[in-house]
């Protein structure tokens, strides 16, 4: 398989100009929801009520995270425990999706005469398409005969069987693991795990942190709608309760939504280069 060398374009300075001026345009429309939140959050309440809005402060204050602060400490739960049932279930949850979604994806990309591996391929590209909505039913009935519903696996397992993750792989798979690489493996000894775990996953980096970036923001920005118990609510969910106020919770509620974003954007500043390659290798024939 030959390597991924970018074409070289053939434009003129003009034509790199006008691209990066078009780039920029819609790279600074994509940031102003993002520079709109941060900047609400250091705005006094009399500014967030003000109409037209503006993006930036005009008095700049963090009364808002101190009152977030207060709100936290004033909990019947120690606010740590949230964060750590977010954490416990983003981890769990990430691990494994990147285990179960691979091992689904290794025999769909790689084992070209397991039957019905066409048909599967179809299925899951169908799997895509519904809505959380459509399976929403389904998904609540099924957590209710296995009897996890108000425990973390209410929101851990719909992730791990997610048809996306599946797909992601199976292509990436397709095009950047050489078949010849896994017959040389097995010619000397190796079996199927050994091949997926040793040869497979190593080469698969690019994907694997792209699908721990979708499925970080995913787990991390859950509502936990079917957790009631108060010891086993996540970060989302006591944040939604602290800014239930009404309109004197608009600067609380701009910091909690500061808060939360953090993580998933400060995870992705770090994995950006491996999205954006497994993208550009999406589309790539040996």
């Known amino acids: 398989m030959a390597l991924f060398r970018p074409k070289k374009l053939n434009r003129s300075m ?8 078009v780039l920029g345009l819609f790279a600074v429309f994509q940031m102003i929801p993002i520079v709109y939140t941060i900047g609400s959050a250091f705005k006094p309440v009399s ?10 402060p005009r008095r700049f204050t963090t009364e808002s995270f101190s009152e977030l602060f207060i709100s936290m400490s004033a909990s019947r739960i120690v606010f740590s425990r949230y964060i750590f049932n977010s954490f416990f279930i983003t981890v769990c949850g990430v ?17 070209h005469g ?11 590209i169908l799997a895509m398409m519904l809505s959380s909505d459509v399976s929403g039913m389904a998904t609540f009935m099924i957590q209710t005969g296995l009897r996890i519903i108000d425990t973390p696996w209410s ?3 719909p992730s791990i069987g997610s048809a996306f993750s599946v797909f992601l792989l199976k292509q990436f798979m397709e095009q950047m693991v050489p078949d010849t690489l896994i017959e040389a493996a097995k010619i000397d000894g190796a ?19 792209t699908l721990i970036i979708f499925s970080m923001q995913w787990l991390w920005n859950n509502d936990g709608s079917r957790i009631f118990s108060e010891q086993r609510k996540i970060l989302p969910n006591a944040m939604r309760q602290i800014v239930d106020g009404g309109i ?11 808060f939360i974003m953090v993580v998933p954007i400060t995870l992705f500043i770090i994995l950006q280069s491996n999205v954006i390659e497994t993208m550009a290798t999406s589309g790539i024939k040996d």
């Open 191 to 209: 079996g199927e795990f050994l091949v997926w775990g040793r040869i497979v996953l190593p080469v698969m980096k690019p994907a694997v942190l």
């Open 14 to 21: 003009g034509g790199n100009l006008l691209v990066f001026l």
């Open 114 to 124: 397991m039957p019905g591996a066409k048909f599967l391929g179809w299925f899951i």
């Open 95 to 111: 691990v494994m999706t990147i285990v179960l979604c691979s091992l689904a994806a290794y025999p769909l990309a790689k084992m």
């Open 155 to 157: 929101i851990i397992l």
């Open 47 to 56: 500014e967030l009520l003000k109409m037209p809005p503006t993006i930036f």
């Open 248 to 258: 004197a919770r608009l600067g609380v509620a701009a910091a909690v939504g500061v």
